[in-house]
């Protein structure tokens, strides 16, 4: 079976502080990928997509950057923080239309 | 104007009351899913679909896709039933990216 995993689950960063997001994605092939951003009070917002490996589309321009060094890993960086990257980050994969959603990183920056 | 609205914003229920979440939304798509998210984070995917209505235990999903309109209906709720629920959309040519709307507190008091 499928799974996919988010680490880490929480983390607290200063402003200014890089960022790295790992999710990996077991039991399936070439799936696309993507990271949703979920601002406090506000709805999921798409990131970035990858339909393979070293593909990147970005959905909004920000501070982030994403990339997919295999088939079956999925990261999300920042160089320098800022107070609005605070928030829930969601990894997905998906076959087809339906979408699975790892447990997802609470960032908050200070 | 969202692609995707949803309504009520909030909702409060008694214990075994029938609660209806309502979505509508103003593109084409390839399938619309409901998503339950729980309070700490976590995203499930209930339903996906295209036409017609679909069940899943105490859950019931329809769509009508001429009036672009889905319902997601709970029977007999619970207090467990309280969570986020989201509608989302797929459409054909996106590889999988969902446009959310703004989700459905639910509350469910025993």
């Known amino acids: 079976s499928q799974t996919i995993h988010q680490w880490p689950a929480t983390l607290v960063q200063p402003v200014g502080s890089p960022l790295s997001l790992e999710c990996t994605v077991e039991?399936?092939?070439?799936?696309?990928l993507y990271w949703y951003r979920q601002a406090a009070g506000r709805g999921l917002q798409l990131l970035f997509y990858?339909?393979?490996?070293?593909?990147i589309s970005s959905e909004v321009p920000q501070n982030l950057s994403a990339s997919r060094p295999q088939d079956r890993q999925f990261i999300l960086s920042s160089k320098k923080l800022l107070l609005s990257d605070s928030g829930f980050y969601l990894c997905?994969?998906?076959?087809?239309?339906?979408?699975?959603f790892g447990p997802g990183t609470r960032l908050t920056v200070l | 104007k969202n692609e995707v609205e949803q309504s009520p914003q909030n909702l409060t229920a008694q214990e075994g009351e029938f609660i209806t979440i309502n979505c509508s939304y103003s593109?084409?798509?390839?399938?619309l899913h409901w998503l339950q998210q729980h309070p700490g984070g976590g995203i499930v995917s209930l339903f996906m679909?295209?036409?017609g209505k679909k069940k899943h235990g105490r859950l019931i999903a329809t769509i009508n896709i001429q009036e672009k309109h889905s319902s997601l209906h709970i029977t007999a709720s619970h207090p467990r039933d309280s969570a986020v629920y989201i509608c989302?959309?797929?459409?054909?040519?996106?590889?999988?990216?969902?446009?959310f709307g703004q989700g459905t507190i639910l509350t469910v008091h025993p």
């Open positions: 989302a959309v797929s459409r054909g040519t996106s590889y999988g990216k969902l446009t």
């Open positions: 679909l295209s036409s």
């Open positions: 990858s339909v393979g490996i070293g593909q």
């Open positions: 997905a994969w998906s076959i087809g239309d339906t979408q699975y």
């Open positions: 039991g399936t092939s070439n799936p696309n």
């Open positions: 593109v084409g798509i390839s399938a």
